[in-house]
């Protein structure tokens, strides 16, 4: 191996000053994002003797064909560009995020005219303010039970709310107790935001005084003898004590603030985060991080902050971490724009803070050693896997991007393709598509088809930078008679279609493969090296050989295989069943009378639409809502599809 990178640049090129720079390999992709306050300093340190970095910083510098950087007048503007550059590249050698779960979240609709307190999981409503995360469900709705009760907002969906104020009759909610909105019709609108605006109060800070006050209205009611409006304030005051009794008073009662936990060895990290509000503990989010670089605990602080607050609404004053990053003095005043006033990155050193930094630092330590139980293999598993692969099928280069490919019909009808795609190993659900076709004669034709019109887009990649562009192109190939009609789950500014694999894996024998391989030669990309594994014995064919090349039994290089097989299966089974499901919808709407509440009785009814085009006008009639004429109606026309 060769002791210095082609690529490096030449002494005194790189400046002095502060910015963001990015390794990029032979296609132009981006590896790798960093700043730096001093950039020749910093990438000094990726231009050294080889044998003397890191083995995954090495892998990454000699996976990468050229650096590039960018300068800027501030550490801030360093900070706040590389925040943008990895949220718009998703570099796969920058550290990767994963949370345990979705989390559950109380959410109150302040942009709605009487705003109600939901359950959710969703981050984006306008207007929304949130508060959690919380462990479970349950735990979300039984606090909303015991808020209503203190502060009775408005609970019921919007559609009973429009209604409710149309007729001017109470929802259902209401008439139960258990809404207290405009509609329940005993507030009026500006009497349910001032208790919307208590009830966001008091969840934001747990502010205590609402204790005091019900406590003094609550005796003054009693000294009046009006024992009913006493019996009323203890009712809130009880339900008031029941949420606080919920968390433990873990520091001072003002104190808002977010305390981050932190576990990590040589390949992941696990990170609790507290979020505390008037001193107690009011939501915990758990997440993992797969370091796919060499990176301090400072850096990893740093990135994790960035994570957390990149997007937030909700910035505290206080942050406690386990570590300073170096550049908490920029994170402070990036993360003051986001609250508007000051915010402090502290570490815990003694006290309340220090206790409780131990205990999420002992769950943190407890969540790695799950999630490192959980995973099926490792970095090292994973880096076997593919070095096998590489030696096994003759490649210049470990695969480190594989595309996977399989074709899947009913009986000759409804023919899909999928496409999954594993990038070191690992599964990138988002860079997953979909295909239809619409015309074939066998798989082998369906499996060039396909592979054709995905390797078109490596010769055209500006059609894949643009949702727009696709889209077009899209609609151009299907009224031009076009046989295979691309369906694209998801499109993003990213260029991910338009990078090359250098792994093609189709599922299936010898006939598949000759197939993919006369797609590359047709395409131009004999580059690319591809192959098939057949599911009767788990072998793997080559394009050419007269015999398959057999795996280990035991060996992670076939595992990887079969995982990418059973996942493009699934996936495109998943495909296939949908749009079944939007074909059988589609032929009922075409009935007159038959709406899509109906259709959803209907099959569900049935079970199949197999059962539904075989039952008698007699049968159809029994669903709730079908008479004897809309029942004819569906049996002649499904008759006739």
Known sequence: MAEVLPYKPRAGEIPTNPGVYRFRDADGRVLYVGKAKNLRQRLSNYFAPLRTLHERTRRMVTTASSVEWTVVSTDVDSLQLEYMWIKEFDPPFNVRYKDDKSYPFMAVTLGDEAPRVIVTRNRKIPGARYFGPYPKVWAVHETIDLMVKAFPIRTCSDSSYKRAMQTGRPCFPGQIGKCGGPCSMTVTVEEHRAMVDDFVAFMAGGDERFTRELTKRMMAASAAMDYEAAARFRDKLTAIEAVLGK??????????????????????????????????????????????????????????????????????????????????????????????????????????????????????????????????????????????????????????????????????????????????????????????????????????????????????????????????????????????????????????????????????????????????????????????IAKRLEEVWLPGDDFPVILPRTSESLYLLQRLRDEAHRFAITHQRKRRRNDITSILAEVPGLGASRIKVLLKHFGSVTALRSAAPEEIQEVQGIGPVLAENIHTHLSTR
Request: charged share 30%.
């Open 247 to 532: 968390s433990a008073l873990v520091l001072a009662t003002d104190e808002d603030a977010d305390l981050f936990g932190i576990a990590e060895d040589e390949l992941a990290a696990a990170v609790q985060h507290f979020v505390i509000r008037g001193g107690r503990v009011r939501g915990v989010r758990a997440m993992t991080i797969e370091k796919e670089i060499d990176i301090s605990t400072a850096d990893l602080v740093d990135q994790v902050l960035q994570r957390a607050y990149g997007d937030a609404q909700d910035v505290p004053r206080r942050i406690i971490v386990p570590t300073l990053p170096d550049d908490a003095t920029e994170l402070e005043v990036w993360l003051r724009e986001r609250r508007g006033k000051k915010v402090e990155i502290a570490v815990a050193q003694r006290g309340q803070r220090a206790d409780l930094m131990r205990t999420a630092t002992l769950n943190a330590q407890q969540a790695l050693i799950r999630y490192k139980t959980r995973r099926t293999s490792d970095y090292i598993a994973r880096t076997q896997a593919l070095t096998d692969l590489q030696e096994a099928l003759g490649m210049a280069e470990a695969p480190l991007r594989i595309e996977c490919f399989d074709i899947s019909h009913l009986g000759g009808t409804n023919v899909v393709a999928s496409m999954v795609v594993f990038e070191d190993g690992l599964p990138r659900k988002d860079q997953y598509r979909s295909f239809n076709i619409a015309e074939t004669t066998d798989d082998t034709d369906s499996m060039y088809q396909v592979l054709r019109r995905r390797l078109a887009y490596l010769d055209r990649p500006e059609e894949a930078d643009e949702p727009s562009a696709v889209a077009s192109a899209i609609e151009a190939a299907t009224a031009g008679g076009d046989a295979l009609e691309e369906v694209v789950v998801e499109v993003k500014r990213r260029p991910r279609f338009a990078y090359p694999p250098q792994l093609l894996l189709v599922d299936g024998g010898q006939p598949q493969v000759e197939a993919a391989a006369r797609a590359l030669r047709d395409a131009g990309h004999t580059e690319i090296a591809v192959c098939g």
